[in-house]
């Protein structure tokens, strides 16, 4: 795999996620090959940085706040600099609908998350040699994976998410649970409020964060909220955010006792 890194093309590739954790982590992983990795935080700075810079790959995150994943490609796909460079979208759910659905959207690819490393040099490869967008089946393949959905906290699911890097996954864990108890409070927050579009996109928002830090239970949670939004009425939406209060303290304790651990060692 690290051989497979450092052989990469020496491509600009702008990395579009509002969560900084997501971005912290493309960082990491490409840190050591040729390529050169420019980040935007929303949709807006990555409209205004492809009007600048000639880029030569965007990997773009779909749900974003004030404008989205799609509505920043449509700009994009109008700057002189960029109408033609492709734009991977990153997206937390790998059915096949979703899949039609970014590609009519006007993206050329898409990966899902959790984005696994390998799958992610698969891309980088691919589109790289510009080969067309049916040879791309093989990439989006989902291997089957033998991860207790009930756990609460899982150190090697973290570990393998950080690439096997210690520190990484430390350094994920310890970000993840400093946001843990505000992402919460503003899920709550909005739902009191009644607001069902806010809650919608911050449980999104939290389930993307969540794939990366081995919280699988906390995950789950996530996806079963966004699957039961797309339902009217919406009957278990109480009970999911009331399981989503008690897991989350479930992980913060979880966290914290292997970061502990990890810097006793």
Known sequence: MQNRLVNLPQLKILAVDDTLLNLSLLSTWL?????????????????????????????????MPNMDGVEATRLIRKTERNLGTPVIAITAHAFREEKERV????????????????????????WSTQKPVDATEDVHKIQETSINQQATFDWELALKRANNNIQSAQHLLYHFNKMLPDIIKEINTHYSSSRSEEVYATVHKF??????????KLQSLCDAIEQ????????????????LNEESKKVNLAIIEKLTELEGN
Not at 37 to 55: F, P, R, T
Not at 119 to 124: A, K, P
Not at 228 to 241: E, S, V, W
């Open 228 to 243: 039961n939004f797309r339902n009217t009425p919406k009957p278990k939406i109480a009970t999911l955010l009331s399981e």
């Open 103 to 126: 590609l009519r959207s006007g993206f050329d690819d898409f990966i899902a998350k959790p984005i696994d490393f390998n799958r992610l040099l698969d891309i980088i490869e691919l």
């Open 207 to 216: 389930h993307g964060a969540c794939c990366y830090t081995g919280v699988p």
């Open 31 to 63: 840190k050591r090959s040729p390529v050169k990795l420019m980040l935007a935080s929303s949709g807006k700075e990555a409209v205004e940085v492809c009007q600048k810079h000639d880029i030569d790959m965007i990997l773009m995150d779909i749900r």
